[in-house]
């Protein structure tokens, strides 16, 4: 399976192979991402970490930054 994923801290598109039946949480932990630093879409629609991810999905993986 082949997803495409952008991330804005890289600032790039990529294309990851992954195996099937593969959630956020996941795609996060092979990219090592905190999940709670992020904010995941798939096809535009915000995801929840349990949500599994189909051959050829759009993902955007967004920093969520917070300050005082």
Avoid: Q
């Amino acid at each position: 399976m082949k997803i495409k994923v952008f991330y804005d801290r890289e600032n790039k598109n990529k294309t990851i192979e992954l195996y099937n039946d593969i959630t956020v949480k996941d795609l996060l932990k092979k990219m090592n991402i905190n999940p709670v630093t992020v904010i995941v879409s798939k096809n535009n629609d915000i995801i929840m970490e349990d949500e599994k991810l189909n051959d050829k999905d759009n993902i955007k993986i967004i920093s969520v930054i917070s300050g005082g």
